[in-house]
């Protein structure tokens, strides 16, 4: 488990560098930079401007600096005699005469100062918009789960009925639509056909439940149709047989012994989901106007803010590396056939 | 009393490609304590006669009908789904092939286990590991506590076998249905594991029903032996009997396939020749006709009726009486 | 057969040869895949769907010939329009639009949506019948059937009559910039004038000069505009005297760095242009910049308009003016050779169906444009896009792919573990960001390598899916390459490349196939995804996304315009549908498993 543990690190160490690295780099290859605007400035203003973001400064020293974990703002952060006379560690005052922090940068998860939203940090902006998504991403999946292992489970308990065929083909059309198309038509359908649901905005659960029923629906295709082969493949498998010989109730024996096996490759799917409901959120906050990290990455890759496009990459970058791993375990858990050790 | 009582037992699945009569109209009883060999090809309908008296036939697009299918008072087709249950695994209980593919793979072995005295004797998790820990003990494996936890995977094939019939006999059951339960396991383990059943046979007082194609097995371990070939009962004798005078072509046949260590290595064993039928698809009158070297334009009449012999014998030929003395078989 | 070989095991007779040459064909049995094509048809689902791809790509591909209204061309109109029924024929406009204060010429050709894609000769005419000689001329003089409309003058009591015909190219009167023996230098830089805060563009000291020393003379410019894309500039110099069939000059110049704001001013050899604003040059120059430039004079074709007026100029007719003509461009215009099909299918078009053309049957969307038309050019856009993207994936792919699974080893671990670091990155983020930042270069990558952004788009998207069909292709290989039947190859001398060709790469190919047709919809969904976030494909271009984004924002309270969302997902979510089906089915009909089975 530490062994597995370990080298998942290091892959995610190696992986989230890589992310940073190839962004940072490209970011600032850009010509011109993120303030040439449509109107010129004044020569003062914009060395202020590039001073404050230290666009100044060597593109490698830039680095370190957003990398961190030094703020390498102070020439004496790391350690300085302070009014006493006394000699301190990690304390210390900028350039300015402002105390400044003596860390910084991603590894401290300070992902810096927003390019656009003058006066917030990338922080700050994260802080307000990812609760948002979070709840939104977590509704969705619920919604997934739940309505993809239940129609599974129906498909697969009567394999080639009428309930079978018919959650088949949803399943297929929810794989195939783009979700905005899915989103239009339950729009249509739950808001103005049965006005059941408000239209956009956010703040109540009403609110929720559209944009979340419409990011998990194709996830739910997918499970769906996992769980229905998966359970499919289980049912017929002869432990399945035995249980029932032993005298088991029907019900006993789906769910005790045949629903574990039939939903593992649901479980490692959930990886891949996860990822995807990122991926689906962009549109689906556009659609429904939900203040998420969706939309203000966006409008951050839109408006060239690329410090906050850049934080949102790697934040979800480590999101998925983490809930890829903890799926992994998971499954491990589920499956004891299967050790960690093994990859 | 014979403890399980079959007349006319019939089992056909209705496919897209036809009928299949995978067991039609079987005969027979069993006694307290006996040992009842069930010997034949695959698809001869042995196994699904075993699932067919656990109720245990998918329909659809099986259907199970018989004159009468008696478990010692009770008709086993009349019961309800839940009384079946309840004589399943505790009573009646069956033992599979492949230890590996019935055991679940994602429970350990205690949890399986415990589950069959949970469901029939109602007892709690901790009496219910203590029986299932003494039931391992029983079937000679060793620290049966820890394996309890174990999993599957984790024990050898022999070790798998042994829980398997650990669990069948749980409940101390009257009869066990064992489907093959050495075909998997190699021959040094083979002989462990029929030691075993027939030790706990003596214990216990279980009848049994032993599904198997590998004769020596049946010589072995039955008392009586059901030769069983299309889904028809081809022959029933005693076991030595069986051995000693087959009155069917076709017990013949299979007699002559098995290679023997003693005598001529060089002679050809004596095969049957054709192949296993299909049983969509059967020839009119015999089913055996084709393959049989004793055919005669009776045969191809109807479906022979199995003829009673006497002394508890019986048999599905026509010309049996031609097979009265043995001519160039390998014996 | 050799002679050195005179072994009598190898002196087989000709009749011999051919009788095991014969034999061993038969014993060959059904190939893979005629195997694999038995096995997909007898799949109805899959090859219905291979139907349906089959027709419905054909008639995307074949848009330009289609008889269907303009996708691009819009009218004025204040709500999407509902469908029309199939045999409800679109109506020309019976009266002229109300006059009033917005009413212009132009507003009124724009009002009349029967049909797009055509050149309008507008003549004046006294009455009816001149009109209908007008028709007859104009029918002569371009060699295509002309439909007429006349309305009465705005002032006196003439006619003002429409002369339509299909729209073919040279009909729009394009100009043909050829290089001239005057060439020169331009200095540019931004002065600070005495009046604003705002420093503004000059070109400071154009000079220009022919080869054997004249100076080009500044007195024949009337006017000039400027057009600058990036750094490279063109200025555009307007005759003095308007002479037949010559246009403007152009001076082009590439600037070494952007100026801060377009020239405002232009001294053409001390001469200030006329046009140019007031500008106190002694400000402090910043950024000034001498670069080369190039003078080119302006050929215009002889275009429609120009025909017919040169024809009533030779020969007139009684009661006819020519005024002007319009042009109506229904089309994007491709280069290479996807413009070249599309012109001759619209020559196939105009000859097969003149001016017919279909009613909005599936409507019109918020800017009057017709919803067939647009589905089906979008689906020409989003197939071509998952097609080619597709292609790059698989180039990408297999390439790496076969290269990690052939070398083995150290190098093909290392280079799984990179695909397994790829994997872990939540893709859409990274490609959103890169889009960006490479849309920041995209003028220059279109004037130097005349890489536009659809190429961007593929390059990028095959740049993601490439993924699995590596790992697919590597477990291939591996397995591939330590078969026996690889190994009698080897042994019996063939080269490595001959091993690659005829062993490794049909046995590749299947499998490639199977993930190629799983991409397609991957990477079509991908385009509409990324084109409805408004970073793929741009209006006014269409393609599935965008007509995503319209059908979205044609959801409101008040009314419900159904059609802009029922139709396009219907053609969406069949394609795809299609297109899933067909992957499974050809999976199934390329798995060697199930190979010789129902």
Same mark, same amino acid.
């Given at each position: ?34 303030? !040439? ?44 005699? !302070? ?40 922080? !700050? ?202 799926? !992994? ?15 | ?84 249950? #309840? ?117 216990? #007082? ?31 004798? #005693? ?93 | ?598």
């Amino acid at each position: 488990m530490l062994r597995f543990l370990a080298r998942r690190f290091l892959w995610f160490v190696i992986t989230v560098s890589t992310v940073m690295t190839v962004s940072f780099f490209l970011m600032h290859s850009v010509k011109g930079g993120p303030f !040439d605007g449509e109107r010129k400035l004044d020569p003062v203003i914009e060395a202020n401007i590039k001073a404050r973001y230290h666009l100044d400064w060597p593109l490698w020293r830039q680095y370190l600096q957003y990398v961190g974990p030094f703020n390498l703002d102070d020439q004496r952060a790391l350690a300085a005699f !302070d009014e006493e006379g006394g000699f301190a560690l990690w304390r210390s005052e900028g350039a300015d005469g402002e105390p400044t922090r003596a860390f910084g940068g991603v590894l401290t998860g300070d992902f810096g100062p927003s390019f656009r939203y003058k006066d917030f940090t990338v922080n !700050d902006i994260l802080e307000e918009s990812l609760p948002i998504s979070a709840l939104l991403g977590v509704l969705s999946m619920m919604f997934a789960i739940a309505l993809g292992v239940s129609a599974g489970i129906a498909s697969a308990l009567r394999p080639g009925s009428g309930i079978d065929l018919t959650l088949r083909i949803a399943a297929t059309g929810g794989i195939a639509l783009p979700n905005f198309v899915i989103a239009s038509f339950l729009v249509i359908l739950l808001v103005f056909l049965i006005p059941l649901l408000p239209v956009a905005g956010w703040g109540t659960i009403q609110h929720m439940l559209l944009p979340g029923l419409c990011l998990g629906l194709v996830f739910a295709a997918y499970i769906a149709r996992l769980t229905r082969t998966g359970m499919l493949e289980t049912l017929s498998a002869d432990y399945i047989r035995t249980a029932h010989a032993k005298g088991l109730a029907p019900r006993t024996v789906v769910m005790r012994h045949a629903l574990k096996g039939g939903l593992l490759p649901v479980v490692s799917y959930l990886g891949p989901a996860t990822a995807g409901i990122l991926t689906g959120s962009l549109v689906i906050e556009k659609i429904f106007f939900i203040p998420g990290t969706g939309s203000h990455f966006i409008n951050a890759a839109t408006n060239r803010d690329y410090t906050l496009a850049m934080g949102v990459t790697i934040l979800f970058t480590v999101l998925v590396y983490t809930l890829n791993t903890v799926v !992994d375990m998971a499954y491990t858990l589920l499956d004891p056939r299967i050790t960690l050790e093994d990859e | 009393m014979p403890i399980l009582d079959v007349q006319n037992l019939r089992v056909r699945f209705e496919t897209h490609h036809g009928v299949v009569r995978a067991v039609d109209g079987v005969s027979f009883s069993l006694e307290e304590g006996e040992t009842l060999g069930l010997v034949g090809e695959s698809g001869s309908g042995k196994s699904v006669t075993n699932l067919a008296l656990m109720g245990l036939i998918p329909s659809p697009p099986g259907v199970v009908e018989a004159d009468a299918l008696r478990f010692e008072d009770r008709d086993l087709l009349a019961l309800s789904d839940e009384e079946l249950r #309840g004589v399943r695994g505790n009573e009646i209980s069956m033992i599979f092939q492949d230890p590996m593919t019935s055991l679940n793979p994602l429970l350990t072995v205690g949890r399986q286990l415990t589950e069959v005295l949970e469901v029939h004797e109602r007892l709690s998790r901790r009496e219910a590991r203590k029986r299932a820990a003494a039931g391992l003990a029983d079937v000679g494996i060793p620290e049966p506590e820890r394996r309890l936890d174990q999993y599957p995977h984790e024990l050898s094939g022999g070790m798998r076998q042994r829980v398997m019939i650990a669990m069948g006999l749980l409940c101390r059951p009257k009869i066990l249905l064992a489907d093959e339960p050495t075909t998997a396991l190699d021959v040094t383990i083979q002989a462990q594991i029929l030691e075993l059943m027939q030790k706990l046979q003596r214990e216990y #007082g279980t009848a049994i029903i032993l599904v198997t194609h590998d004769l020596g097995v049946v010589a072995g371990m039955s008392d009586r032996v059901n030769v069983m070939y299309a889904g028809r009962l081809a022959e029933t004798a #005693g076991a030595v009997e069986l051995f000693d005078d087959p009155r069917h072509p076709y017990t013949r046949g299979l007699l002559g396939s098995v290679p023997r260590l003693s005598g001529d290595t060089d002679a050809d064993l004596d095969s049957i020749k054709g192949s296993p039928p299909d049983l969509a698809d059967l020839p009119a009158g015999c089913a055996f006709r084709p393959r049989c070297s004793f055919e005669t334009e009776r045969c191809a009449a109807e479906p022979p009726p199995l003829f009673d012999l006497g002394g508890g014998r019986s048999s599905a030929c026509l010309e049996r009486d031609a097979l009265g003395q043995p001519e160039g078989g390998a014996r | 057969m050799s002679d050195a070989h005179q072994d009598s095991r190898w002196s087989i007779d000709e009749a011999e040869l051919a009788r095991l040459t014969k034999e061993a064909r038969q014993f060959k049995g059904e190939s893979l895949w005629s195997d694999a094509w038995r096995r997909l048809r007898r799949n109805r689902a899959a090859f219905l769907a291979l139907l349906f791809l089959a027709a419905f790509g054909g008639v995307s591909l074949l848009a330009p010939f289609l008889p269907i209204p303009s996708p691009k061309a819009i009218s004025l109109r204040d709500e999407p329009g509902t469908p029309e029924w199939l045999w409800s024929v679109p109506a020309a406009p019976t009266k002229a639009p109300d006059r009033g204060a917005a009413t212009t010429r132009s507003t009124r050709n724009l009002w009349n949506d029967g049909w797009r894609h055509r050149s309008t000769v507008i003549l004046a005419a006294d009455d009816e019948g001149a009109a209908e000689k007008a028709r007859a001329r104009v029918e002569e003089t371009s060699g295509r059937g002309a439909i007429l409309e006349t309305y009465p003058a705005d002032e006196g009591d003439g006619l003002e009559v429409y002369a339509s015909v299909p729209m073919l190219e040279g009909d729009a009167p394009e100009v043909d910039y050829r290089a001239t023996d005057f060439g020169g230098t331009a200095t540019c830089w931004d002065v600070s004038t005495a009046g604003a805060d705002e420093p503004v563009g000059a070109v400071h000291s154009l000079r220009l000069q022919s080869a054997d020393g004249t100076d080009f003379d500044a007195a024949q410019v009337s006017g000039w505009s400027v057009e600058a894309r990036g750094r490279s500039v063109r200025l555009f110099l307007g005759r003095a005297e308007a002479r037949p069939g010559l246009g403007d000059w152009v001076v082009a110049y590439r600037l070494a760095a952007e100026l801060g704001s377009l020239p405002t001013a232009v001294l053409l050899d001390g001469t200030l242009l006329p046009g140019s604003a007031e500008v106190a040059w002694e400000g402090t120059p910043r950024g000034a910049q001498t670069v080369d430039a190039e003078l080119l004079e302006g050929v215009e074709a002889m275009d429609l308009g120009r025909q017919v007026a040169a024809s009533l100029a030779a020969s007139p007719i009684e009661g006819v003016t020519y005024l002007e003509t319009r042009h109506e461009d229904g089309y994007w215009e491709f280069k290479g050779l996807v413009g070249a099909m599309d012109r001759a299918l619209r020559r196939a078009r105009i000859a097969t169906f003149g001016l017919w053309q279909t009613g909005n049957w599936m409507g019109t969307d918020g800017q009057g444009r017709d919803l067939l038309a647009r589905i089906v050019w979008g689906s020409r856009t989003s197939i071509i896009v998952g097609i080619i993207a597709s292609l790059c994936s698989l180039l990408i792919g297999v390439l790496y792919g076969a290269f990690s699974g052939y070398m083995g080893g150290r190098i093909d671990n290392l280079m799984m573990r990179i695909v397994d670091v790829l994997y872990s990155i939540p893709f859409i983020f990274v490609v959103i960001f890169l889009i960006t930042v490479v849309n920041e270069y995209r003028t220059e990558l279109e004037d130097q390598f005349g890489i536009d952004r659809e190429k961007i788009f593929f390059l990028v998207i095959g740049a993601i899916y490439w993924l699995t069909m590596a790992r697919v292709v590597r477990g291939q290989v591996l397995s591939l390459k330590n078969t026996e039947f690889i190994e009698a190859a080897r042994v019996i001398g063939a080269s490595t490349t001959r091993i690659l060709l005829s062993h490794v790469v049909p046995n590749v190919l299947s499998i490639v196939i199977v993930y190629l047709t799983l991409t397609i919809p991957a990477v079509m969904l991908f385009e509409a995804f990324l084109s409805f976030l408004g970073l793929g494909i741009e209006p006014p271009k269409v393609s599935w996304g965008l007509l995503a984004v319209d059908g979205t924002q044609a959801i409101n309270p008040i009314k419900i315009y159904w059609w802009l969302v029922v139709f396009p997902a219907g053609a969406m979510g069949s394609t795809l549908l299609a297109l899933n089906i067909l992957g499974d089915g050809l999976r199934d009909a390329l798995d060697p498993k199930l190979r010789g089975k129902n």
